[in-house]
């Protein structure tokens, strides 16, 4: 019997998310109609196509901004191999079969099958900091520290519509719609340091 497949997005050998490679075709993006949604801001509304036919995968990209890569190799069509790690824009995934996934660190894994609905795209990690841009974080560091939009905006010297489209993409990654729920689930869980890397921005 063909073992399942899964896109695996892996941080430091733990796994993140999971997501199970279907018979047939299935669309890669971050349109909220993909079957398999990613939350990142690099990764297209509809990035690329995964087809598995009995084990066999190929992967087509549908002319994504910033592209589809196989072992860093940028391709518009290729056969997907297991044990590959595939890139879409910023965001690394690797395919993996059943029974080769990482055995579980005792924490939660999470499983996006796309054939489920209502359980479609990324689902959520209780402190996905590792899905955050390096522009992302000091935005929600200054969020965090009670900072509006547009004071965030001209702290980092950057346009208030950015600000509001990472603030967006921030609240898509954790799961939550607006700024309170921020400081009413996060903040107390949070170590600061895990948010802002020491050189993902200067003070200013």
Not at 62 to 80: A, E, M, W, Y
Not at 142 to 170: F, K
């Amino acid at each position: 019997m063909q073992s399942r497949l899964y896109l695996v997005h892996l941080s430091e050998g733990v796994i993140i998310a999971k997501y199970v490679v279907v018979d047939g075709a299935t669309s890669v993006g971050r349109s909220a109609r993909s079957q398999i949604q990613l939350s990142d801001w690099s990764v297209s509304r509809q990035h690329a196509q995964l087809h598995n036919t009995k084990g066999c995968v190929t992967i087509r990209d549908l002319n994504s901004k910033n592209g589809t890569f196989i072992d860093d190799r940028q391709v518009q069509s290729s056969p997907l191999l297991a044990g590959q790690q595939i890139r879409f824009g910023e965001l690394r995934l690797v395919l993996l079969p059943e029974s080769e996934l990482p055995s579980d660190s005792g924490e939660e894994q999470k499983t996006s099958d796309p054939r489920n609905s209502g359980n479609t795209g990324l689902q959520c990690p209780s402190l996905p900091i590792d899905l955050l841009s390096p522009a992302q974080r000091p935005v929600l560091k200054l969020l965090l520290e009670g900072l509006t939009e547009r004071q965030v905006a001209e702290r980092l010297g950057l346009s208030q519509h950015t600000i509001h489209s990472h603030a967006r993409a921030i609240y898509r990654t954790f799961c939550i719609h607006k700024k309170a729920e921020l400081f009413r689930h996060l903040l107390p869980r949070m170590d600061q340091t895990m948010i802002l890397r020491r050189d993902d921005i200067a003070d200013r």
